[in-house]
């Protein structure tokens, strides 16, 4: 990813240095180093960009939780990350993308974290507001694109493509917990609760929020019908491509990566998953809906768990 850290783009810089990879035969992304994490937190300095300040902020937020001693919070004349990230907060993040549900839940968190009811309930009413849900995944797939050096092979493209998924999947997730608890125990924040649910359900380009904001309108008090039309939306994404495994590998199949790849960019996992199922076909609705039950029993764990700092959900995005 050496053109992405040289770039010009102050973005694709960024997206270099939370991808920094290493060749191995395709270039496989590798954990970050505490050297490039810190340049990555120092690159948000006086930035107004929120893509930035987000996936710096959400960078540090996925080393705190890890516990990663060697990365966070290097020792002697190393370089600290743990110290670099103190800077950031999700207060400013929400200054910078105000109509980002996913930054107003991020501080609510810290003020849960903290014991801070009025701010965490301020930033509830914040995130009700906004007219999205997004933690920048496409914003990274955009900055890549263009970077990648144009004599690779389908095969090489495909390799960086799937790793990039990859590692996005596993980056951080909104922390739902605080949201969830909140919403099933005041009755009085109902309707921004509900208005918080829409946002999630409705515009937000991962599946996990739709989850979320599904979990959210049921504690919100939505009726049988909505919850029903929200459940069948989710399944439709949740359908596995009715075509074979193997078609990945093929030269159809590669050429269907790239499809696929750009509707990311585009629009997040959600969009690339309908493109899937307009391309691919999708399995029998009820596999899906199993997984998606599956899915909703860990928003239930997560709000009577909700305590914990940085209480999150690993589940698909």
């Not at 509900?194 to 919100?220: C, E, F, P, W, Y």
Request: net charge negative; aromatic share 6%.
């Amino acid at each position: 990813m050496e053109n992405l850290r040289n770039s010009g783009d102050l973005r694709a810089r960024v997206v270099g240095l939370l991808l920094e990879g290493h060749e191995h035969g395709s270039q496989l992304v590798s954990s970050m180093s505490a050297v490039s994490g810190n340049e990555l937190v120092q690159l948000t300095a006086g930035t107004t960009d929120p893509v930035i300040y987000g996936l710096a902020y959400q960078m540090c937020q996925v080393y705190a939780s890890t516990g990663d001693g060697q990365v966070y919070a290097s020792t002697g004349d190393g370089p600290n990350l743990k110290t670099e990230c103190s800077e950031l907060s999700a207060e400013k993040w929400t200054k910078l993308d105000p109509d980002n549900a996913a930054a107003a839940l991020a501080a609510a968190q810290e003020a849960l974290n903290a014991g801070d009811q009025a701010t965490e309930a301020a930033a509830y009413e914040r995130a009700a507001l906004a007219r999205h849900s997004d933690t920048y995944q496409s914003s990274v797939v955009r900055s890549l694109l263009p970077q990648l050096p144009t004599n690779l092979t389908s095969l090489e493209r495909a390799g960086i493509e799937t790793d990039v998924f990859s590692y996005l999947d596993q980056f951080w997730s909104v922390p739902y917990g605080g949201a969830l608890r909140y919403c099933h125990a005041a009755d009085s924040a109902k309707a921004n609760c509900s208005k918080l649910a829409s946002v999630l359900v409705d515009h937000s380009m991962t599946v996990t929020d739709q989850i979320a904001g599904l979990r959210i309108g049921q504690n919100a008090g939505w009726d049988e019908g909505r919850l029903a039309t929200a459940r069948h939306e989710i399944d439709q994404l949740l359908q596995e491509p009715s075509q074979a495994a193997q078609w990945l590998w093929s030269c159809a199949g590669l050429r269907t990566l790239e499809k696929l790849t750009e509707a990311y960019a585009e629009g997040g996992q959600v969009a690339m998953m309908r493109t899937q199922h307009e391309l691919l076909g999708a399995s029998e609705v009820s596999r899906a809906a199993d997984l998606r039950i599956s899915l909703e029993k860990q928003m239930e764990f997560l709000e009577t768990h909700s305590t914990q700092v940085g209480a999150t959900s690993s589940v698909v995005r």
